[in-house]
């Protein structure tokens, strides 16, 4: 039966066990990381959109997808609130996919203690939450949302409270990935290629190498590989550039070669057909070449024609004497008198 994070998690009184949590974190960063890698960032990355059936993890409902190398400003009025990243907050639309980051960050942290992270009223609201525990940025940070905001902001200093620990069954490790996904400064969050390589994802990693060999070999079949994607742009803060073309080298064979005959020439056998006898074989007539011997060696004239009207005869016409005899047959007579 399929069922998303939001319908495993409501009405638990005990979190997931962080085994299970690791197992769908793992699954959920390789999917992200197969979409940036080929252009796409999700925008909207919630535990609604995020499918679970026996314990495989989907991440579904790609509507607010987006390329990676389209021009901004994106939409503001993006993701839903509680996952929504600062810089969707903050900026006219000037975001890149690591957005996708922070809303698995805290999708993360809503898997570990049953509660959401930032639960902001409004957007107003919701920036205020994201201070309460963060606290407010770096003042370059602030530079840069500055630049792509048609209105100025200014925030009261504050420290932060930090994440709350509403469960201690958490290792360091997690802990450590859940502040770099949600990292305030998008150039510094975490991308997700790099969060797969995170100690928290140790075992997973060598789970998957000790994978037997069939199970690859099969994963392999259905899932061929493809050409990786380029690099992701590594400042978020430039326009991105339209993705170029890339020429395509010309086949320098054909996908199907020609078939190549036999090596030697194979005489088919001999019919012997009873009753049949063998004709015997004749020798046409041979033409006298215009240049045999004794020949004057002109090549003959040819004399046109003269076309003569239907009334008028030639001379050679003119010599024939007809032989026949004319004869002149009875009249038939129709019935009824009619001719």
């Known amino acids: 039966m399929d069922m998303n994070i939001y319908e495993l998690i409501r009405g638990r009184r005990h979190p997931l066990s962080e085994k299970k949590i690791m197992h769908y974190m793992y699954q959920l960063c390789k999917s992200l990381d197969h979409m940036h890698r080929n252009g796409i960032f999700h925008r909207d990355v919630k535990p609604e959109n995020i499918l679970i059936k026996q314990d495989v993890l989907k991440l579904g409902d790609f509507g607010s997808c987006r390329s990676i190398y389209s021009k901004q400003p994106y939409t503001e009025y993006i993701s839903t609130r509680w996952y929504r990243a600062p810089e969707c907050l903050l900026t006219d639309g000037f975001y890149t996919y690591k957005m996708d980051l922070w809303s698995a960050g805290c999708v993360l942290y809503e898997m570990a203690s049953l509660q959401p992270l930032f639960p902001g009223a409004n957007e107003l609201d919701q920036i205020s939450r994201i201070h309460d525990v963060i606290g407010t940025p770096a003042g370059k940070t602030l530079t840069k949302f500055r630049r792509s905001r048609a209105m100025s902001f200014d925030f009261t200093f ?8 509403l469960t201690a069954s958490l290792s360091p490790q997690c802990l450590s990935l859940l502040h770099a996904m949600v990292a305030y400064d998008p150039d510094e969050r975490i991308t997700a290629h790099q969060a797969l390589q995170h100690p928290y994802f140790q075992e997973q990693r060598a789970a998957e190498k000790q994978a037997p060999a069939g199970a690859m070999e099969k994963a392999s079949a259905l899932c061929p590989e493809r050409p990786v994607a380029p690099e992701l742009p590594s400042n978020s803060w430039q326009p991105a550039q339209e993705g170029s073309k890339q020429k395509q080298p010309l ?17 088919l056998p001999k019919l012997k057909l009873s009753g049949v006898t063998k004709q015997p074989s004749y020798c046409g007539p041979a033409l006298q070449s215009v240049f045999a011997p004794g020949a004057t060696r002109k090549v003959p004239v040819l004399r046109p024609l003269k076309c003569v009207g239907p009334n008028q005869k030639t001379d050679a016409q003119k010599d024939v004497k007809p032989n026949l005899k004319q004869y002149r047959l009875p009249m038939a007579e129709r019935r009824g008198g009619g001719y």
């Open 158 to 165: 504050k420290k932060g409270s930090g994440i709350p620990l």
């Open 251 to 267: 086949k320098q064979e054909e996908d199907h070669p020609r078939r190549r005959g036999p090596a030697y020439v194979m005489e």
